[in-house]
Antibody
Framework: QVQLQESGPGLVKPSETLSLTCTVS????????WSWIRQPPGKGLEWIGY???????DYNPSLKSRVTISVDTSKNQFSLKLKSVTAADTAVYYC??????????????????????WGQGTLVTVSS | DIVMTQSPDSLAVSLGERATINCKSS????????????LAWYQQKPGQPPKLLIY???SRESGVPDRFSGSGSGTNFTLTISSLQAEDVAVYYC?????????FGQGTKLEIK
């Protein structure tokens, strides 16, 4: 059974950089797309960005200037960095796996589809 | 961005009754080359991460009770719980993975009447 676990500081000061790591167990990080999603307290879900195991990324334009997602396949981990944080970045941060294969017309393709596994989430508070 | 709008924002249904949640996308999430709708539904209980219920708009995830079903195509979608159970109290989200940025509906809170 695939399991994802977020880790990192629960408190970050304004203007500093939020850094989180997601450790994948029970399966390989290879051949999948992996995302970070956040949820401010009492609010809805916002997709931050994804990374393919090979290192290719795509980010939400609303956060693109501040976000970096990286992967370490040797550790079965991927990470999030969000710089210049403000109180508006306070949220539960989730890592999640995309179901990542579409097969059709006799071929299969890597595509970031729905989220089939999620971490438990970690609350990050931005405050001085 | 594709905007996903759910209705209603909250819903109270009696045990054993049907619950219906709607999701409308600002543009079609139907990919014409494969005739698939890139739309999923999740259930989120307090203090827990979202749980996948439905993908491709109408395919039920393994282990999800068959009282949950998804329907719709193009821009209009529905999640139906045929006979509400106490454990179904949660917030439900639709999610489009047709393009990036991937986006979610604002959520629908389902309660027992």
């Amino acid at each position: 059974q695939v399991q994802l676990q977020e880790s990192g500081p629960g408190l970050v000061k304004p203007s500093e950089t939020l850094s989180l790591t997601c450790t994948v167990s029970g399966g390989s990080i290879s051949s999948y797309y992996w995302s970070w999603i956040r949820q401010p307290p009492g609010k809805g879900l916002e997709w931050i960005g994804y990374i393919y195991y090979s290192g290719s990324t795509d980010y939400n334009p609303s956060l693109k200037s501040r976000v970096t997602i990286s992967v370490d396949t040797s550790k079965n981990q991927f990470s999030l960095k969000l710089k210049s944080v403000t109180a508006a970045d306070t949220a539960v941060y989730y890592c999640a796996r995309h179901f990542s294969t579409y097969c059709g017309g006799g071929s299969c393709y890597p595509v970031p589809l729905h989220f089939d596994y999620w971490g438990q989430g970690t609350l990050v508070t931005v405050s001085s | 961005d594709i905007v996903m709008t759910q209705s209603p924002d909250s819903l109270a249904v009696s045990l054993g009754e049907r619950a219906t949640i709607n999701c409308k996308s600002s543009q079609s999430v139907l990919y014409s080359s494969n005739n698939k709708n890139y739309l999923a539904w999740y259930q989120q209980k307090p203090g827990q991460p979202p749980k996948l219920l439905i993908y491709w708009a109408s395919s039920r995830e393994s282990g999800v009770p068959d009282r949950f079903s998804g329907s719709g195509s193009g821009t209009n979608f529905t999640l139906t719980i045929s006979s509400l159970q106490a454990e179904d109290v949660a917030v439900y989200y639709c999610h489009q993975y047709y393009n990036t940025p991937q986006t979610f509906g604002q959520g629908t809170k389902l309660e027992i009447k």
